[in-house]
Structure formats: C-alpha cells, structure tokens
C-alpha cells in the first residue's frame, strides 16, 4: 500500500485546511503507472476527466503521483497560472521531490498542498459565498 490510512487523513486534513483560507481546490490523484510515461501530460489527462477545468474561478489545483514509477507533476488551472509567480510550480515540485527522495510521500504532499494553498490565499481569499467545487479526497480511480 502506498499510503497508509493514517497518511491520507493527513493529506485529506492539510487540503481542508489549504482551502478554508480560499475560494481555489486542491486534488490529489494517485496511481500506480503513469501511461506512455510524462507524467505532465498524464495530469492534463486527470485534469480534465476529473473536471478540475470547471471551478468557478478557474482556480484548482492537482497533485499527481505515479508512485510506482517514482514520477509526479503539480498542476495549476488557467487562472492560478495567470497570478502566480513564474516558479511558483517549480518551487512546489522542488518541495515535493525532497520529500519524496527521503521516502516521505505522505509528508512531500503535505508540504506541497501547505504552499498551493498560501500562493491560492493570495490570489484567490475565501468568499463568504464559498462552496467545496471539488471533493478534498485522494482520488485513486482508474483513469482511462
């Protein structure tokens, strides 16, 4: 198993805790294989099937890890990409990868929902009109 009960209550927590401060959506999918290999492209493909493209404002953002390739990619819709600093998503994979070096998954995500959810606090606050657009669980489905 991948990530343990334990472990995905507290990445399941630190997304909640992301978004109380947000109008934007954290997702995190996680599968076994990456197909055909990029792991960017297989985010876009999530991205989309997921609907992650319908928020309101434009502004969700996924987690995809490919564990047992050892491959992951941060994605950000269109409207967070239009905000955030040009290595926002490069300083978030950074993160991810330390963590993920030491073994720590669990604990690489954490960190790197911690950060989508400052630069989304930012550039998208909390409306008191806010709604939950996307579910805060792990999705682990099979993806076509």
């Not at 198993?1 to 954290?26: D, R, V, Y």
């Not at 963590?99 to 960190?111: C, E, I, K, N, V």
Request: proline content about 3%.
């Amino acid at each position: 198993m991948f990530l343990s009960e334990i472990e995905k209550e507290k990445i399941i927590a630190a997304i909640k805790q992301a978004e109380l401060n947000t109008s934007g959506e954290i997702k995190v999918h996680v599968e076994n294989h990456c197909p055909k290999g990029n792991p960017f492209e297989r985010a876009k493909q999530i991205f989309q099937y997921l609907s992650l493209n319908t928020t309101a404002q434009r502004n969700a953002v996924l987690f995809y890890v490919a564990h047992g390739d050892r491959k992951f990619a941060v994605l950000g819709d269109i409207g967070i990409d239009k905000v955030v600093q040009p290595n926002f998503w490069e300083s978030t994979r950074d993160t991810l990868r330390m963590y993920f070096a030491q073994g720590d998954f669990s604990g690489g995500l954490q960190m790197g929902i911690k950060e989508a959810g400052f630069q989304l606090k930012k550039y998208f606050p909390y409306q008191t009109n806010d709604i939950n657009e996307i579910a805060d669980d792990i999705s682990t489905q099979q993806i076509p």
